[in-house]
């Protein structure tokens, strides 16, 4: 398995719910563009054309990555696991959950 550098994405969340994807050198671009930006106006970026009056926000895509998870419904445990809506999940069950995956973070199987 081979590890590849990634550059980090964020995405531009339009006030219709677009969600418009860059990488982080891009995102700041469009942030110094809409702080220089006095009045709303019609810009072009990267093939992309938008208002900048519709703009909601530019988020971190972890913090998209939790959005888009609750707003299908699913819930997140006190021990960061995610559950789909209606699971019902015992603390033991949580509890066991969490220790058994902090063993293996711990004491990783040797894979031969």
Not at 52 to 80: L, P
């Amino acid at each position: 398995m081979s590890k590849e550098i990634s550059k980090k994405l964020m995405c531009l969340i339009m006030r219709n719910g677009i969600q418009i994807w860059f990488d982080e050198d891009q995102a700041r671009q469009i942030k110094q563009l809409l702080a220089n930006s006095k009045e709303s106006k019609f810009v072009e970026f990267k093939d992309e054309v938008f208002n900048t009056a519709d703009v909601s926000g530019i988020f971190k895509a972890k913090n998209m990555g939790d959005f888009n998870r609750v707003k299908r419904g699913q819930w997140q445990d006190k021990y960061g696991g995610w559950h789909d809506k209606f699971d019902k999940v015992s603390e033991e069950d949580l509890e066991l959950k969490y220790i058994i995956d902090s063993w293996d973070k711990k004491y990783p199987k040797n894979k031969t």
